[in-house]
């Protein structure tokens, strides 16, 4: 099976811009999570969808959004952008998402916001 | 926010020795699963051990967990310099609301010397 896969794999924007990232999942995954990682604060999630719908939610404010499509694939938009939201975004999927799970994660998108 | 420490923050040995890395945790766990990130990319799934469960081996890795004490180890035997990665413990809350959610530590930063 194709692991998880993560488009574009670097992108450079500017703040105040917006930027939207894809994710798609290894075949037969339904639930897509996303995480940031940074090197203050670790790696933290962001929300997680599950046939379409967001089921669970980070402590990121309203400019992070994402959704999910019928067919699982994931994408995550982030709107006016700041320097801080500089990170590797990652996402991850797993069957179904109820614990217990493991994730398989993609190899990220590294954002530079300048 | 990230669930608790990892212990210690970098670890450096000979290739064939042991390595030891320590986890610990706020809150109450479904289970409890060490992750691998090699040099800022995907994280790779190990182990996951259940909150019912005080041990657990897969390979050269041996995971023990305490939850009276909220904290988690994750040894590697014969280390191989290949093992050279950050490794992060990650939480899945008990509960029914942790849906997708892994809850990460700091991680560990091992380098193996050939």
């Known amino acids: 099976k194709a692991g998880v896969t993560q488009t574009p794999r670097y992108l450079i924007k500017t703040r105040g811009q917006q930027v939207t990232l894809s994710c798609s999942p290894i075949?037969?995954?339904?639930?897509v999570s996303w995480y940031q990682q940074t090197p203050g604060q670790g790696l933290q999630f962001l929300f997680e969808?599950?046939?379409?719908?967001?089921?669970n939610k980070g402590n990121f404010p309203g400019r992070f959004s994402g959704r999910q499509f019928s067919n699982s694939r994931s994408e995550m938009n982030v709107s006016t952008l700041e320097l801080g939201d500089s990170a590797l975004y990652l996402c991850?999927?797993?069957?179904?998402?109820?614990?217990?799970?493991?994730?398989?994660f993609g190899p990220g998108t590294r954002l530079t916001v300048t | 926010s990230q669930q608790g420490e990892e212990d210690p923050q970098a670890l450096s040995i000979q290739e064939g020795e042991n390595a030891t890395m320590n986890c610990s945790y706020k809150?109450?766990?479904?289970?409890l699963q060490w992750y691998r990130q090699n040099s800022g990319r995907g994280l790779v799934h190990l182990i996951l051990?259940?909150?019912?469960?005080r041990e657990k081996h897969s390979g050269r890795l041996r995971v023990t967990l305490d939850t009276s004490k909220k904290s988690s180890s994750l040894l590697i035997t014969a280390s191989r310099a290949a093992d050279t990665a950050s490794y992060f413990c990650?939480?899945?809350?008990?509960?029914?609301?942790?849906?997708?959610?892994?809850?990460f530590g700091q991680g560990t930063i091992l380098t193996v010397h050939p």
């Open positions: 991850a999927s797993s069957l179904v998402g109820g614990a217990p799970y493991e994730q398989y």
């Open positions: 075949s037969g995954h339904r639930s």
């Open positions: 969808y599950f046939s379409e719908t967001q089921r």
């Open positions: 809150t109450s766990i479904n289970n």
């Open positions: 051990i259940r909150s019912n469960e």
């Open positions: 990650a939480t899945v809350g008990a509960g029914g609301t942790s849906y997708g959610k892994l809850t």
